[in-house]
């Protein structure tokens, strides 16, 4: 009875409101309250969004919210949050990158993905699974969590090893597989006409491709570039992020209204950009909008396991997680050893990506599935793949202990790896330590950004003029073209590992925004900075800024020194002979 009255008292206090506006507030009160306590216990943030879901979805809120209708408007915007995802992911890959990491991606991942699917499929069809069932699974299964494994890498400063490379190449051939398979899905799924053969829908679907790409390489040649370019010299910061999502969802749509993937149309005009100097600047603007959509990717996922189901399949859930880590360990470790890796550097990439992924997850929940297997498989397979991703944190962290029984035991690849070879220049803003970061390049960072230059000293500047940009670009300067009032930008210029910071654009107000960021960051960098005005030399030492150069104070000084030059030389001009 008073839970039937208090379910009333909800319903009237949420008359009136939308009802997925009321949805979103929950989950996102319940992310943050949840993720609080779970890292006390040094959880996963993954592992929390997880959990909100499925708090949510067996608790009764999503009935009082709008039902059905809700939830397929969280599932709506939770697919934005994968476009976001495939258009970040083709903003970071990188032509040059790839053939650096080819042996990696093209040895390792291809053997990694040729083995797990051989292997699923198998077991798949011993299992009575049909054969377009056995691929979707064997896929699924397959794939690894990019955005887990490489983010666990880096909170271990582990991005730069070896075994992060390997984990790297193995992810980007991951990426490129998914893409070529989001576009045959249909026909897997065999959402086309009956009476129609197969080489006719391939055929179809490469024409309708190849047209796809075709306009992609217009837009990105010549379209988009001339666009952001425009847009960049407005030095409009509302406006560039506009371009930029725009430039997205509208290679998304064209992919969307060619029957295509709208993920393959997003890493499209991701990959269209990854190129050009806006890069940096694209990355710092999309990445906090994609984590917020992504977030509620993944507590849609745990919107979909039912607890009272998922508890009466409790022990095949366990099992094949198991299975799944067990067995994609083992595997990738192996592949590694083939490469050259030893123990350690070969386990660090095989337990980061030893779990499902994201696409696996997007893969198993796709609405064409349901018919393939039953409500209790389709129950296990969701809820072990979203386990293992959130497993991966402590996963990696037994690399160490692991490797060192291997090496203690004499078994696996104790040796010293062969050298890894220099790094590409694509590669020289990732590979800084110690450098001075220079915000603003005009006379007084181009004059500093010189000095420090030929005193060997390392230097990254960060500057919002693209011609400026392009120029330093040419000269093979490290440069982000950025923004220093954000976040990201900092962590982009890898902050944690400067020297100091230098401002020498004398704007107090955004260089006390950026300040904000830099703290939180790296409390200890030495910090340098200008100041138009005596009460904005005052603000930003008590920032914390150690040197404030004051532009009237040394205007002041150089104007007394030259108006007594030229008296003294008036002087001497008039005096006698």
Known sequence: MNGERADQVLLAAGDGMPPLFALLAVMLISVVLVSLLLLRFRQSLLVAYFCCGILIANTGIMSLFGGGESHEAVRQM?????????????????????????????????????????????????????????????????????????????????????????????????????IAFLVLLPLILGHGSSGTRWTAQIGWLALRGTGFVALA???????????????????????????????????????????????????????????????????????????????????????????RVALANLWPILGLTVALTAGKTATITAIAWHLGLGNRQALLGALSLASAGEFSLLLLQNPGVGSLWSADLQQTLVASSALSMGLVPGLVRLAEPVAAWLNHHRLGRSQRPRGAGDLPVRQRVKELRGHVIICGHGVVGAALNQTLREAGLPTLVIEMNVDTVRQLMREEQAVLFADAAHEETWHLARLRDAALVAFTFPDAATTATALHHVRD??????VLARARFAPDQARLERLGVQAVIHDEREAAAAAVTQTLLLLGNRRRSSGPA
């Open 521 to 526: 960051i790296n409390p200890e960098v030495s």
């Open 78 to 178: 939770a697919d934005f949050g994968v476009v976001l995802l495939m258009f970040v992911i083709g903003l970071e890959f990188s032509i040059g990158e790839l053939r650096f990491l080819r042996r990696y991606a093209l040895t390792g991942g291809g053997l990694q993905m040729a083995t797990c699917l051989l292997v699923t499929i198998a077991l798949a069809r011993l299992g009575g699974l049909p054969w377009n069932a056995s691929i979707l699974l064997a896929v699924a299964l397959a794939m690894s969590s990019t955005a887990i494994s490489l983010k666990t890498l880096q909170d271990m400063e582990l991005s730069n090893s070896r075994g992060a490379r390997f984990a790297l190449g193995v992810a980007i051939l991951q990426d490129l597989f998914i």
């Open 217 to 307: 390489a217009v837009s990105a040649r010549w379209i988009l570039p001339a666009v952001l370019q425009a847009v960049a010299r407005t030095r409009s910061r509302e406006l560039f992020t506009l371009a930029m999502m725009g430039s997205c969802l509208g290679l998304a749509f064209v992919a969307g209204l060619l029957e295509l993937s709208l993920a393959l149309g997003a890493f499209v005009a991701g990959l269209a950009v990854s190129e050009t100097v806006y890069k940096h600047r694209i990355l710092a603007d999309i990445l906090p909008i994609k984590d917020v959509f992504l977030t509620l990717f993944f507590v849609s996922v745990g919107l979909l396991i039912d607890l």
